[in-house]
Structures are given as structure tokens and as C-alpha cells.
């Protein structure tokens, strides 16, 4: 089992930063990804971006430029640092890994961008 922690959720305004960060506990084996997804109200869960273990990302078309994901392997946290955020970021952020054919979530944090 892997439990997820999420942290820096909040309100901004647009055009300002956040940074989300994610700590994992209870792998006894190394977590293949690691990454966020990002769930609006009235929309389905949707990527945000994702970072494996040798540091291929993936990002959202979305997000391409404005957000950066990094990951500390050693540590199992990942971070998502959010630059130029528009009202349309505004979500609750999940962090998400996948280990050994298993998929695990966090319970989400709240970012909210006012315009």
C-alpha cells in the first residue's frame, strides 16, 4: 500500500504561484510515477502532469509552460510548482502513483485562482 499526503493548496489571484507538494509512505518498492491530477467541479478527473522515476514528465496541454513537476526519488515526494495561474486552474488537486499495476490517490487539496 501507498498512502499519498498533499500540501500548498490555497487561494491566489490570477497570474500569481502556488506550489504543491506530495510526500509517500508505505512503498517498500520504488514508485514507477508519480504525479497530479486535477478535478473541476462538474468536469472529470483530468492529468495535469506526471513524472516517472528516471524524470520523463508529461503535461497537460493546458499547463504546457506555466507548471513545472519535479520528484525526489530517494525521498518518494513529488512538487508542482504553479506559475502564471488563471481561474481556469482552479480545482482540487490530487496526487496520484502508480506502483506495481496499482494506481493510489491522495485526498486532494484545494486550489483556487480569483480573477
Known amino acids: 500500500q501507498v498512502q499519498l499526503v498533499e500540501s500548498g493548496g490555497g487561494l491566489v489571484q490570477a497570474g500569481g504561484s502556488l506550489r504543491l507538494s506530495c510526500a509517500a509512505s508505505g512503498s517498500g518498492f520504488s514508485i514507477n510515477v508519480m504525479g497530479w491530477y486535477r478535478q473541476a467541479p462538474g468536469k472529470q478527473r483530468e492529468l495535469v502532469a506526471t513524472v516517472n522515476t528516471g524524470g520523463m514528465t508529461n503535461y497537460a496541454d493546458s499547463v504546457k509552460g506555466r507548471f513545472t513537476i519535479s520528484r525526489d526519488n530517494d525521498k518518494n515526494t513529488v512538487l508542482l510548482q504553479m506559475n502564471s495561474l488563471k481561474p481556469e486552474d482552479t480545482a482540487v488537486y490530487y496526487c496520484?502513483?502508480?506502483?506495481?499495476?496499482?494506481?493510489?490517490w491522495g485526498q486532494g487539496t484545494q486550489v483556487t485562482v480569483s480573477s
Open positions: 496520484y502513483a502508480f506502483r506495481i499495476a496499482s494506481n493510489y
